[in-house]
């Protein structure tokens, strides 16, 4: 993320916020172009990717998880989706209370049947918490890591507890370098690169990553890591899109 980019963004999070009503909000629409907020990342689940959603409806359609955890909510465009694949409940972490509010009241208004339920906190202990109320012999959980965002960079902790919690899952990282292919765009906050290098240094995990390029990808193109315990590994090894990377410790 190039300075700019850094800039515009913790400029729009100091501005005052202020948000117009429903039917004015619809007029207004009426009168932007389409292309300036359709393909919007935040928009869309999962960046705006289509490659991305197809991998991981396949995911969870062989892996059938009980329990979803998002840590990175923002405005929640990927949250609903995560809770229509998980047969109980659908945790997301937010740590700014302001972009946690947004969040609440979409998913009140608009998603009320889904089983959300938002918490505001540190995503790694907020995580913990989560799984101490899941029976790690009896249930699978689907994660979805993007609480990563300028110095707090959590995601090697994030899958320690996921390790330490003992049972069955897949965690999903955004924003993850794809080394096979370097069109796909990837996060760096100072020295810390978001890709296999922050992965905890243990043998007992496999990551996958797309074989698809990123010319077919729709949206941000932003790069997919897919992390699972050696136990679990088939799941990820049986869709056609991942392929495994051979990770050095």
Excluded at 165 to 186: E, M, N, Q, T
Aim: charged share 25%; with cysteine.
């Amino acid at each position: 993320m190039n300075f700019w980019t850094r800039a515009s963004i913790k400029l729009r999070l100091l501005t005052p916020k202020f948000f117009f009503g429903p039917l004015f909000s619809d007029f207004l629409l009426d009168h932007i172009k389409p292309y300036i907020y359709f393909d919007r990342w935040h928009i869309q689940p999962f960046n705006g990717q289509a490659q991305r959603m197809s991998t991981i409806s396949k995911i969870c359609r062989d892996f059938s998880p009980n329990v979803g955890i998002e840590t990175g909510t923002y405005l929640g465009s990927s949250t609903p989706y995560l809770a229509a694949m998980v047969s109980e409940e659908m945790y997301t972490i937010e740590i700014d209370p302001s972009v946690a509010a947004q969040s609440d009241e979409r998913f009140k208004k608009n998603h009320p049947n889904s089983r959300i339920q938002l918490r505001i906190g540190d995503s790694v202990s907020e995580i913990i918490k989560v799984l101490e109320k899941v029976d790690p012999k009896s249930k699978r959980v689907i994660a979805y890591l993007d609480a990563h965002w300028y110095e707090a960079v959590p995601t090697t902790k994030e899958i320690e507890a996921l390790i330490n919690w003992g049972g069955s899952w897949i965690a999903i990282i955004d924003d993850f370098k794809v080394d096979i292919d370097p069109l796909y765009k990837f996060d760096v906050y100072g020295n810390i690169e978001i890709g296999p290098s922050i992965l905890p240094p243990t043998s007992g995990i496999s990551l996958f990553v797309t074989n698809q390029s990123a010319l077919i990808e729709t949206g941000r193109r932003k790069g997919t890591g897919y992390v699972c315990m050696l136990k679990d590994e088939q799941i990820l090894a049986n869709v056609p899109e991942l392929v495994k990377v051979q990770r050095s410790f």
